[in-house]
């Protein structure tokens, strides 16, 4: 047993924590205030190799394994985990299509991710269906030599700026997950009309909203697997994909430890920092034990997929103990800062914004809970 | 076109340094090392050059330990060619260093065209390789260099002196530029370029194949200790209006018999 990365694995890490330090964090709390894209910043980061890991090497990608996907998404998470969120949706979006798309299919969708800067968009969620995907109501309509999308997407990441969707429907709702579909999408297809950018909590900078297919006419040919097999690809998808997401809380939870110790060690109350205080050093201590634990986690379930071992309970409970943790971490930070961490000029207050979130997306910590006792009760 | 940057692997900016055990040293075990950060300066003007010349070598050597090649990879990683690493103590003089480094030049066979360097390295801030090394390998040098134009085999280098002014200095290549901040933005070592750096040769060498031995030391360190702790100040009262005549007068007295300042 070994836990301690590779020296290529820790350069990549130390690539991307310089990014994040240089690139991100300066200009994260203004971009959270106003809601800016990170355009420029996302496209220095694809033209570093830090976005699109999931890409396949004889697909013109790094092929970089799972583990060092998440090595690198923990570390841009440190930097801001809204810009985080845009870059892994492309991850998101296109695992798919690494999963459960042809060698033909990957060659048109994959490869132009590796030679142009693009942004992808995974569509699941609808208006009345979150925690209940199968229950979806897009529709995906035989039209002889072309498939018809109709249906409303709702919290789609990157959607305002996608070259790229891939959208579930159904080809009948009384199927359930039987009839689930999965289709690429190409932004620029007739039909598809954005809704407003959603006002968020956090990850602000991240671009959310909701999507409406109208008649949107695609090729027979886009359709990853055969009719009925979107279910399983999406439940692969999310395999893949949550040790990525519990990255992002590992990052964030990481940052706010290390603000945390920080301003510890130059707060002076009652004479002394506010370190040498046993109530804070408790926190502190709590937080160091919980990120570390996040992260044996989430490297784990990482590894996992890597070994081609089925990894859904643990990347479960990666996801939720990732994210219920940067939630409380991020909480005791604005507690530590007291009053200075609740106001807008110190970083902890978007820290701790941004956490909530990661308990929700991609399966909430509830939803993970779910799928753990399902699989512990088996 | 063959062209040499010398680089250093020094303590992070964060490291607090400490001495080691027997004081002979600073406490290495748990330093996190980095590239100068003046070196990655001369790195990126050296990739410039590269960039508009695709014809022309880029070698990064570095004298000092083998134990950790950060510096040596992450300029591989941000374009060079090759490497050359030239194993030695961390303590080297900076007499020695230049010797190594103008040997280890003269080995790898090649002319150097031009030789980058850092200004200075941020751990000993001694500021002299650049210019001992110019003078071992018989070529002009300019030094603090912010603006650098290269023509052919003219050199316009640029470097800024006292009070904001800059002086512009021609001189032909080959030549010695020690690079300052300002004179460009360095690049990010890549992803594919980390992985591409693997494959990259690096050749090692001893300070004995380089031709230096302990003889060329012009500077033994005796020894590393950190500065005594500053006592904390004394204080006297003045509040008592009718005291403050003495209070004075014992302040002025110890300022002329202990502080000696007066």
Redesign the interface.
């Known amino acids: 047993m070994d836990f301690a990365i590779s020296p290529?694995q820790k350069?990549?890490q130390e690539?991307a924590l310089?990014?994040a330090r240089n690139e991100m964090i300066p200009v994260a709390q203004e971009m959270d205030e106003h809601g800016t894209f990170p355009m420029d910043i996302f496209k220095k980061a694809w033209?570093?190799?830090?976005c699109n890991t999931c890409i396949p090497a004889e697909y013109g990608g790094?092929g970089?394994t799972s583990l060092d996907g998440v090595i690198i998404s923990e570390a841009l998470a440190y930097g801001c985990m809204g810009m985080n969120t845009s870059f892994m949706a492309n991850d998101l979006a296109l695992l798919p299509i690494v999963i459960g798309g042809t060698d033909a299919q990957k060659k048109k969708f994959l490869t132009p991710f590796t030679e142009k800067f693009q942004i992808a968009s995974f569509c699941l969620t609808e208006p009345g269906n979150g925690s209940d995907a199968a229950g979806l109501k897009t529709t995906i309509k035989d039209g002889g030599d072309h498939w018809i999308i109709n249906g409303e997407k709702m919290w789609i990441t990157n959607a305002g700026h996608a070259d790229l969707f891939v959208v579930y429907g159904t080809v009948d709702t009384a199927l359930k997950h039987k009839g689930i579909c999965a289709v690429v999408v190409e932004g620029k297809t007739p039909g598809i009309e954005l809704g407003k950018k959603e006002d968020k909590m956090g990850h602000r900078s991240s671009d959310t909203r909701g999507v409406r297919f109208n008649n949107v006419k695609v090729p027979k040919d886009n359709m990853l697997g055969a009719v009925g097999e979107g279910w399983t690809i999406a439940m692969k998808t999310l395999d893949h994909s949550r040790p990525l997401v519990a990255s992002s809380a590992l990052g964030g939870a990481w940052h706010a430890l290390d603000l945390s110790i920080n301003y510890a060690k130059e707060r002076v109350q009652f004479g002394v920092t506010i370190s040498k205080h046993q109530a804070v050093q408790f926190m502190i201590a709590e937080m160091a034990m919980k990120v570390e634990a996040a992260r044996l986690l989430v490297y784990k379930a990482a590894w996992m997929c890597d070994q081609h071992m089925k990894n859904t309970e643990v990347a479960s409970y990666a996801k939720a103990f990732a994210a219920d943790s940067c939630m409380q971490i991020t909480t005791d930070a604005v507690q530590i800062y007291g009053g200075y961490g609740y106001s807008k000029e110190y970083p902890v207050e978007k820290l701790m914004r941004d956490a909530k979130l990661i308990q929700i997306y991609e399966g909430t910590s509830q939803i993970q809970r779910l799928v753990i006792a399902r699989e512990v009760l088996k | 076109m063959n062209i040499f940057v010398c680089v250093k692997q020094v303590p992070d900016t964060e490291t607090k340094v400490t001495p080691n055990a027997d004081g002979s040293f600073i406490e290495t075990s748990s330093i996190k090392w980095i590239m100068n950060p003046y070196d990655e300066f001369a790195v990126e003007q050296a990739l410039l050059i590269k960039q508009a010349n695709p014809a022309a070598n880029v070698t990064v050597v570095r004298v000092g330990s083998v134990k950790d090649t950060e510096a040596l990879r992450t300029a591989m990683a941000m374009g060079a060619d090759d490497g050359i690493l030239v194993e030695a103590g961390d303590n080297l003089d900076s007499f020695s260093i230049a010797k190594a480094l103008k040997g280890a030049i003269e080995k790898s066979g090649k002319t150097a065209d031009l030789v980058f360097a850092g200004k200075q390295a941020i751990d000993d801030d001694c500021l002299q390789v650049p210019q001992i090394l110019a003078q071992m390998l018989n070529l002009p040098s300019v030094a603090v260099v912010v603006g650098f134009e290269l023509n052919g085999t003219a050199v316009k280098a640029k470097r800024e002196v006292e009070g904001g002014a800059l002086e512009v200095y021609e001189v032909a290549t080959p030549c010695v530029i020690a690079c300052n901040k300002g004179l460009n933005t360095p690049r990010y070592a890549s992803l594919p370029g980390i992985m591409k750096a693997k494959k990259k040769p690096l050749a090692q060498h001893s300070l004995a194949d380089v031709g230096v031995s302990d003889a060329d030391r012009r500077v033994k360190y005796s020894g590393f200790r950190l500065p005594p702790e500053k006592p904390a100040g004394k204080k006297y009262d003045a509040t008592d209006a009718g005291k403050q005549r003495d209070v004075v007068a014992q302040v002025v007295g110890l300022l002329r018999t202990e502080a000696k300042i007066i």
């Open positions: 290529e350069e990549i690539l310089k990014f033209e570093l190799g830090l790094t970089f």
